[in-house]
């Protein structure tokens, strides 16, 4: 009897311990969940989709981490990270790079190009201190802009690069034509009652995660995450603030370059021009949903919160697809779809500053 | 009847428990110029806070005791009901529109309005907000009010780029022509002021003084409070300590009463110290762009192994010091540590150096009080040492713990573990939390700030006594400042008063009160005076 009060009591507050935010927005996830069994979908088939998309995504909400940590705020400039690993990805095609090997170069090309990006963009944000939430979307913007003539401009003649007539580099280039789609998504995969396990996918998540958590155990990740909490107590600990700023923003951006490799691979074809344009915000929302502030930000964060909303968003359209079919509102599922994932994202950026709760 | 202008009666506050007034009871005559002085905490503010119905007194609970004003019991809710009853303050910040001219600030919110069929007109459709108004009458009006303190600039003159002893000017105006002024206040008006502005000031004062108004006066400066004020009130740890006429007193007097007999921290040994005479800290000419706090032109020499006390009244640089040798705000001038040069405005090589400082401002700069105790206190020696880290280059929990648990043992630091969190320990214990980082960095000197500021005299003396210890065991240099006189005598070796930004003078601890409340007030050597 006692046994039994204690154990509920233990439960009460593992769920207290949940954040306020992740408990809102679970809380709708599993009600599209049993809405989507009510109208016949597989359990398995719906999360395999919450899961497909969680793979692709989490690297990106990952990303956050450092900027938060360092008092940066979230990586809102997330678009520059990803054209560098889109560039790294197109000239490592150009180069004749193929599957794993596509995966591989790419990789190590954008984490470079990311690193030296982000040097630049952690500098800038050093500049405008105070307000590097005003400046980061629109630097991303810009960025994604001054991009779309690059991708206009190289000098890449491959043929299923570019587009059938003129010069410049297609909206979306497969990757099947080079073998390199789904490298990861495919590794190791395997189904079990129906529910589809993109191994390779959730391991680099996994390593890419224990990487991170490992890091904020050194001196350099602790230094930065004492330059976001309390910068007077780290200048006073002869912490060089800046430096840890610019660290912290070097590797916000260099993984999502590297990022968008997965997601690329994931989904089975390059996207460039617009594309980058508005990915800050739902790997924002993600890790925001995860109990993050603008502050303070974890592993555990970046995993809960991705899986809940990305897992929302991946199984609203199918849910809702089925369950309006043949009314008269059938045809507007997107923009439902839409409304939920906006209004998650705007949402998560009211709770910013209190993390939460 | 009653020939006082204003009386104080049984004044007593406390902010949450902690008593700030006590019990304070003297009067204003009308037409004198009262001073009110005290240290910094004495309650000076609290006091005129109080008279002037300011917010913050009565969302912490009001006060007890009685104002009188002209016989009749008072008690301003606001300050606009201050203003209403005849009172006027003048800030030590301005509150001054750049933009306006100083006959539009001076006649601001009380403007005066035309009184033409237009406007009857406007205001019957608009309100009153919207009459025009009558700018020749209220040049006019600001024009006596500057005349009254002998200011010759036009009162068309925009503020903007006005000098500050103007603009000063320009509130007193601003007060005194309010036609039911009675009494105005004046917190530390020369304090911003040169010489010679300050010198006319005082003028104006007599001035106001002689058209009936009384006038407030607190002020650090001796010299000015002997030179104009009629009376003066003593304030020292927020209870009335004496009201004196200024002809029968001297500055002398004055500050031994505001410094009062230091009996609190006994001495534990009377007789001076062994200490080598061997300089290990030189500073020469240090100049620090700390905000409030501005140091121009400290020099002064640390032995090894002495404790040096920094003392002063708050605002006069004693904590820019540390601050601008720590390299938390621009600095520049001479340091040397065993007469090698120190690099200035670089906190990593200054750490480097074997420095190490315990901020004044414990929850800003001391602790990260989000953190647990054992993860405050390795937090510089493992960045600038690289200690506590394992071979991974990770943080070492268990060589952490150990060295939290040994820390908590000789500091004696009251907590539930060493994984507490700073920020739920009390002041005394974040203190010594903050200690005990500085001492996990093994330094060669020590700069402590305000070390007992906001814990019991329990903890206090606990602090004190390590600091000792800490210089007679260790050999630790240390450099101590505190804006409590007392504690600095208790312990150090030599004390460096500053005031203005300057060394005022350099006094063992056994000199006389009179002699620290001199040098704080920044008269180094009073004529006449005997000094004992």
Redesign the interface.
Known sequence: MTELAQERFSLLSLFKKIPFSTRVVGGLYLAVLVLGVVFGFSIATLISASLHFFGVWAIFALANVPSIQSGTGPNFALPIGIVNGLLAMVLVLAAGFTGIWFIIVSSVTALVFGSLSGYLYGRLMNAVKGSEMAIAPYTGFAITAAFGLVWLAIPINHPNMVFFLGDGLRHQIPLDYFGANFILAEFLYFEVFGLEVRTGELLVVFVACLLMY?FF???AG??IS?VG??P??A??????VDRSRVIANMMSTAIAAFGVIVYAQGFGFIQLYDFPMFMAFPAIAGILVGGASKQRANVTNVVVGTFVFQGLIAIVLPVFSRALAGTDVAGVVNQIRMVVQNGIILYALAQMSKGGK | MSRNLLEFKGISKNYSGNQVLHDVSFDIRPGEIHALIGENGAGKSTLMNILFGMPVIHTTGGYEGEIELNGEKVEAKSPFEAMALGIGMVHQEFMLIPGFTIAENIKLNREIEKNNVKNKITSTLFGRRMKTLDFKKMNKDARIALDKLDMSIEEFTLVKGLPIGYMQFVEIAREIDKTELKLLVLDEPTAVLTESEAESLLQAMRNISKRGIAIIFISHRLNEITAVADRVTILRDGEFVITKDVKDTNALEIAEYMVGRQVSIERTSTEAREISDEIKLSVKDLHVAMPNERVKGVSFDVRKGEIFGIGGLAGQGKLGIANGIMGMYEARGNITIDDESLPLNDTRKVLDSGLAFVSEDRKEVGLLVEKAIDYNIMFTAMNIKSEFLNVFKMTDKKKIRRNARKMIDMLDIRCTSERQHTGRLSGGNQQKVCVARALTQKPTILFVSEPTRGIDIGAKKLILDLLLELSRDKGMTIVMTSSELAELCSICDRIAVICEGQVAGILPPDASPTKFGLLMSGIKDLEGGKHD
Do not use: D, H, V
């Not at chain 1, 200048?235 to 060089?240: E, L």
């Open positions: 490992l155990r050194t001196k602790i230094a004492a909490r309390n007077l107590f200048k006073a600990t002869g912490i060089n």
